[in-house]
């Protein structure tokens, strides 16, 4: 679909099917994968629609829809992180689990904020001089001052990064720097310049643009995600409080030493 | 409700929150029957707790554990929905520390029903 930036209607179902049906947890498979699979389907919460604009991609710049490749730069970032991954054996204690088994920040968490298997839901709460994102996946509140003020120092590197907003019209265009190289999106580095803008096109779509600016890519990149709007309440996935898995993950660790 | 699919940019690997293979042995499947005896919805995945009885009529308490609560919550399940003294089907595989704590892999009621049964097609009513 790389050449062809929309989906016919007919085109549109064909897929609907095809990824519903490739997703379905349901269909049990050789037991190495299936176990990978965890549970049936109705535990999941992936998507069943493409977006209505028919997009084939959510990438909109560049036209291929694909993220651009990794610069030099991007090469070697992500070339130190796995040389850190590899310091550490698989399971040697709770550090040695990814960020989102921890529970510290989910990958697609963001900024920016992508749609996950499930949880991909969103709470925006705006009052003087803030705008709040609750993001369901895993627990996070972005808190994004809108008064004006400039970014931290760049000696501070946050997880989430450092948000400031300003409004254009009805749009919230929201910048994020600061980041880490510990917590990549697509390849990205602690150097990656986040604009995000959120414009509400009316009653039930807010329309979410988002565009990285990294030297860890050749160019930048523009993807472009409609936020439909979903009954309240979100509930707290407060992912620490019951985290017994990872006290499974580190005994079947042990037990396979023996 | 519609839920759109992160087309290209879906780059959620295809297993849960947790490696559920680091957790639990693809070699020791399993498939027991048992009541409930508590249900944690529970963040990050909930557990459903059974008494599993053996043909000698002892018994053995298992841990399942099961997804995200909030996807449950949303699709109008509740404490409620599973009570104490109902009887389940575990298919599933064992912790690989052989602790008796299984994955739900597929969990069925008596009567052969998936447990809380729905899914993500389209012509799927959540919690129906």
């Known amino acids: 679909m790389a050449t ?37 389907d109705f535990w999941w919460d992936r998507g069943n629609q493409v977006v209505p604009t028919l997009r084939t991609s959510l990438i909109i710049d560049p036209e291929d829809g694909h993220v651009p490749a990794l610069s030099d730069y991007g090469k070697q970032v992500q070339a130190e992180r796995a040389n850190q991954r590899r310091l550490r ?60 003020r400039s970014h931290v120092p760049s000696n501070i590197r946050l997880w989430l990064g450092d948000p400031v907003g300003h409004w254009e019209g009805e749009t919230l265009v929201v910048e994020t720097t600061n980041f880490t190289n510990d917590s990549p999106f697509n390849g990205s580095s602690k150097d990656m310049k986040l604009i995000e803008k959120f414009t509400r096109i009316n009653k039930d779509v807010l329309m979410y643009e988002f565009t990285v600016n990294d030297p860890a890519f050749v160019r930048p990149w523009t993807a472009q995600i409609p936020m439909s709007s979903v009954e309240g309440p979100l509930y707290e996935y407060a992912c620490t409080e019951g985290n017994y898995a990872m006290e499974g993950i580190l005994a079947g660790a042990r037990q396979g030493e023996k | 409700m519609r839920k759109f699919l992160g087309i290209l940019l879906a780059v959620a690997p295809l297993y849960a929150h947790h490696a559920f293979s680091a957790e639990f042995d693809s070699t020791k499947p399993l498939k027991m029957t048992g009541v409930v005896t508590k249900v944690e919805f529970i963040n990050p995945h909930s557990w459903i707790h059974i008494d599993v009885k053996d043909d000698a009529g002892k018994v053995t308490s298992w841990m399942i554990e099961g997804g995200s609560p909030n996807t449950l919550f949303r699709r109008g399940i509740n404490k409620d929905s599973l009570p104490k003294g109902t009887i389940v089907v575990v298919d599933g595989y064992q912790a690989k520390d052989g602790s008796n704590r299984a994955n739900g892999r597929d969990v069925t009621l008596a009567d052969g029903k998936k447990l809380f049964v729905g899914g993500s097609a389209p012509t799927e009513q959540p919690g129906k």
């Open chain 1, 4 to 40: 062809k930036p929309l989906f016919t209607e007919a085109e549109a179902q064909v897929y609907e099917k095809e990824t519903v049906a490739r997703n379905n947890a349901d269909v049990r498979v050789a037991a190495d994968q299936d176990v990978g699979k965890a549970y049936n």
């Open chain 1, 89 to 148: 054996g698989p399971a040697d204690g709770p550090e040695s689990r990814s960020l989102a088994e921890r529970c510290i920040v989910w990958p697609t968490g963001g900024p920016p904020m992508m749609p996950s298997f499930y949880n991909n839901n969103y709470q925006f709460v705006q009052g003087p001089g803030y705008v709040g994102i609750y993001i369901e996946m895993i627990h996070d509140v972005r808190i994004i001052p809108t008064d004006g």
